[in-house]
């Protein structure tokens, strides 16, 4: 394994690891709370951004697995990464179409009791939701033709 194989996982680890914490600290503390309450309400940031908190267990679990992807055999790495990038689209598909789904249950009581406020999607959130669909779907493709061995032309 090259230097450079083992400094992609430890980043891909580590910002998996932030990814978990990042759900913890918003559930544990106050200060995270009303952090998440800032976050979901704030429209100048991008949905993406305000979603971090709800999405973050998925994409924590897709940035751990390309961790692991880069560590095992290529085969067996291809796969992961595959599994990776689809539970990280899954995390934007519903944090976008259904964004209580993911939401931590004190947050979702908050927004149901009206102590917090809830901004959804806007326009440029959609075109950058579907940027990413393709993207997405550019990418599976490209890692099932690594897989397969197949080339592109």
Same mark, same amino acid.
């Given at each position: 394994?090259?230097?450079?194989?083992?400094?992609?996982? #430890?980043?891909f680890l580590a910002a998996g690891a932030g990814q978990l914490?990042? @759900? #913890?600290?918003?559930? @544990?503390?106050?200060?995270? @709370?009303?952090?998440? @309450?800032?976050?979901?309400?704030?429209?100048?940031?991008?949905?993406?951004?305000?979603?971090? #908190?709800?999405?973050?267990p998925l994409v924590a679990c897709g940035f751990l697995m390309f961790g692991v992807a880069v560590l095992v055999p290529r085969q067996f790495g291809?796969?992961?990464?595959?599994?990776?990038? #689809?539970?990280?689209?899954?995390?934007?598909?519903?944090t976008h179409l259904r964004p209580m789904t993911l939401m931590p249950g004190w947050l979702r009581a908050e927004i149901v009791a009206g102590i917090a406020t809830f901004s959804g999607p806007d326009r440029a959130d959609w075109i950058l939701f579907w940027i990413l669909v393709v993207v997405g779907i550019v990418a599976d493709v490209a890692v099932v033709l690594l897989i397969t061995g197949m080339r592109w032309a």
């Open positions: 394994m090259s230097g450079n194989a083992l400094a992609i996982a #430890v980043f914490l990042l @759900r #913890v600290y918003a559930d @544990r503390t106050a200060a995270g @709370r009303r952090s998440s @309450r800032l976050l979901l309400a704030s429209e100048s940031l991008a949905y993406l951004w305000r979603q971090s #908190v709800n999405g973050a291809a796969v992961l990464a595959l599994l990776g990038i #689809v539970t990280i689209e899954l995390a934007i598909a519903l």
